[in-house]
């Protein structure tokens, strides 16, 4: 089955204590990307990677580390979480051929 | 002033109702656009891309007006499972592909 996976989905955290989430697809995508959704705000692309080794910023990078070291994963690294980073976050894959985007389940992150 | 609009709504309506949501774009390099619906606390989910000449799939028609910079959706015969919001996107082609999703429209299909 075709599937983008997170891990963890929820996590509850303090400042500063680094976290990683993970973002896994099966699907073969070159592309990966990660989005933060915020109420009144909608969904905000925070980074992006269009091949192993190749990644680049998006809207909302401040903060926020990514690494494309092989094709299936994007982990989202958040050296010093602050509260203004308690979101919904999700990875995004989709092939270069095409715009049509599949995400993952999301994680809810709360930093305290 | 966002690049992608959208009324949040919501958009009360009955069963068997038709609804339209307008979603406008301020970038007029934009070349792709697309609906997408989410339920809620869950991922976004692919529901149709706009082509320039209007597409259909099922009860679903979206519509593309690049003169007007806007995109649209019908939504026709409404079923209870149509309850979601649905997000607006457009996005410039190329290597920096960067889409911009709208903030959603809130429907709700009540019986």
């Known amino acids: 089955e075709a599937q983008v996976t997170q891990n963890p989905r929820y996590l509850i955290t303090v400042t500063g204590k680094k976290l990683t989430v993970t973002c896994s697809q099966n699907?073969?995508?070159?592309?990966m990307s990660w989005y933060r959704q915020d109420p009144g705000l909608g969904l905000r692309q925070i980074y992006y990677s269009m091949n192993v080794e190749v990644t680049d910023k998006g809207d909302v990078p401040e903060g926020y580390k990514v690494s494309r070291k092989e094709k299936r994963n994007f982990p989202l690294i958040l050296e010093s979480p602050s509260p203004n980073q308690t979101s919904l976050y999700f990875c995004?894959?989709?092939?270069?051929?095409?715009?049509?985007?599949?995400f993952g389940p999301g994680t809810r992150l709360t930093v305290t | 002033r966002k690049e992608v609009e959208q009324d949040p709504g919501p958009f009360n309506v009955p069963e068997g109702a038709t609804v339209a949501f307008n979603c406008t774009y301020s970038?007029?390099?934009?070349?792709?656009f697309f609906w997408y619906r989410q339920d809620c606390r869950k991922e976004p989910k692919l529901l149709m891309s706009?082509?320039?000449s209007g597409n259909e799939d099922g009860r679903f028609t979206a519509q593309l007006n690049r003169a007007s910079q806007y995109i649209s959706l019908l939504i026709r015969d409404s079923k209870l499972s149509d309850s979601a919001t649905y997000l607006c996107?457009?996005?410039?082609?190329?290597?920096?592909?960067?889409?911009?999703f709208g903030r959603g429209t809130s429907l709700i299909v009540h019986p």
């Open positions: 995004a894959t989709r092939t270069m051929s095409s715009y049509e985007q599949y």
């Open positions: 970038n007029s390099a934009s070349q792709s």
């Open positions: 996107v457009s996005a410039r082609e190329g290597g920096s592909y960067i889409p911009t």
């Open positions: 706009v082509y320039s």
């Open positions: 699907m073969n995508h070159e592309y």
